[in-house]
């Protein structure tokens, strides 16, 4: 057996073979990088939508009369406060405060009388989310944790006329407090069929669009996908691969796990802070610790001119200074503002006085470029 055939396949991979996708490992599973080029691909979601295969993104069920107790254990939010329909972003941490993750939880419908949740995480981390879900739960009586990565897929519909597209397609479920597709609101989720097949509908995505993520049963995820496909033709819509999807997360300043989040970083590092409430009492696992670690690093937004795109790794100074003061963790020359634009994680000292407008230089494969300090999202849809 070869490295490539362990990998993962989600249920689009068949679609993905059939429109000639350039297919890489990523995370354990066979991935869609591109289908032709990343940066048209970047475009057809600012102009028009994209189509997203996410079926290799964590999703983990929380069930039951403890589940709120129990997530609100796990987790720096509280579910417990959330009603039905709702979203949110949020994280897990270890004990000593280090990112285990970051994730977005739903509230659904209660399923028996009983609270239910849904948890996605990084697919990369679906095991230890699975395993510490499954820890934290324990002495939240009756509380039950199912992953249901591989029987369900995630599909994605990201872009300013993804409305348009799936409007026709959705029947919401009645009760679900939503007339229509119009009126469900960002970080709001819904239940209802998808081209005629049973659906949680989100108003999420990580690409600063108006969009949709799609969780359907896998037996059925081809066909939604062939119909979105065929509905969106018309529109502009093309599928989009890891690569754009990058490139869109970054132009709207999202982190990512593994580049601005990790392991051995508390939110704070990352410029999280504001997602974990340390003024209320929710007692929360690594609580104590980021309460008393103090951040070691700040997370800045930069911007350059040029053509010339820094990387995850390229060395950040203050101008004519020897020594680094920190690094990038992304980088890359913006499709939609045509010049490049980077993450860093800088020493907490020195970033304490990175206001916006603030000259660095980053090493670029030898040479020093002029890179700003800039006011995160870079891209900020027009309304």
């Known amino acids: 057996m070869t490295a490539e055939t362990e990998l993962l396949r989600t249920p689009l991979y068949a679609q993905h073979r059939d429109?000639?996708?350039?297919?890489?490992?990523?995370?354990?599973?066979?991935?869609p990088l591109r289908y032709g080029s990343a940066v048209d691909e970047h475009h057809a979601v600012r102009a028009h939508a994209g189509l997203f295969d996410l079926s290799h993104m964590a999703q983990i069920e929380v069930s039951g009369p403890g589940a709120p107790e129990a997530l609100d254990r796990a987790l720096v939010t509280r579910p417990s406060a959330m009603p039905i329909g709702r979203a949110r972003y949020s994280l897990i941490l270890a004990e000593d405060g280090g990112v285990l993750d970051d994730l977005i939880v739903y509230r659904l419908a209660d399923d028996a009388g009983h609270p239910n949740f849904l948890v996605i995480?990084?697919?990369?981390?679906?095991?230890?989310?699975?395993?510490e879900l499954t820890a934290r739960s324990q002495g939240s009586g009756g509380t039950h944790v199912a992953d249901r990565t591989e029987s369900r897929a995630l599909i994605a519909?990201?872009?300013?006329?993804?409305?348009?597209?799936?409007?026709?397609?959705?029947?919401?479920d009645e009760g679900s407090g939503v007339g229509d597709l119009s009126e469900l609101r960002y970080y709001r989720a819904v239940t209802g069929r998808v081209a005629n097949v049973p659906a949680l509908i989100a108003r999420t995505g990580y690409t600063g669009e108006t969009g949709y993520e799609i969780s359907v049963p896998a037996p059925s995820a081809a066909a939604v996908w062939r119909v979105l496909a065929e509905a969106g033709a018309e529109h502009g819509v093309i599928p989009c691969g890891l690569a754009a999807r990058d490139s869109l997360r970054l132009e709207a300043g999202m982190p990512l796990y593994g580049q601005e989040l990790r392991r051995d970083l508390v939110p704070a590092d990352s410029g999280l802070e504001r997602v974990v409430n340390l003024e209320s009492e929710h007692e929360?696992?690594?609580r104590a610790a980021v309460e008393a670690r103090t951040p070691a690093r700040t997370l800045v937004a930069l911007s350059g001119g040029g053509r010339r795109a820094a990387r995850a790794g390229s060395t950040v100074h203050l101008p004519g200074a020897e020594t680094a003061i920190g690094s990038i963790t992304s980088g890359i020359f913006s499709p939609t503002l045509g010049h490049p634009i980077a993450f860093a994680l800088v020493d907490a000292g020195a970033g304490a006085g990175l206001e916006p407008g603030t000259d660095l230089e980053v090493d670029v494969r030898g040479r020093r470029q002029s890179m700003t300090v800039a006011s995160p999202p870079f891209y900020r849809r027009p309304s």
């Open 121 to 131: 995480a990084n697919a990369a981390n679906r095991l230890t989310v699975l395993d």
């Open 19 to 31: 429109l000639h996708a350039h297919l890489t490992g990523f995370a354990g599973w066979e991935m």
């Open 157 to 172: 519909l990201q872009g300013p006329v993804s409305p348009d597209v799936l409007a026709p397609l959705v029947t919401l």
């Open 284 to 286: 929360f696992v690594g």
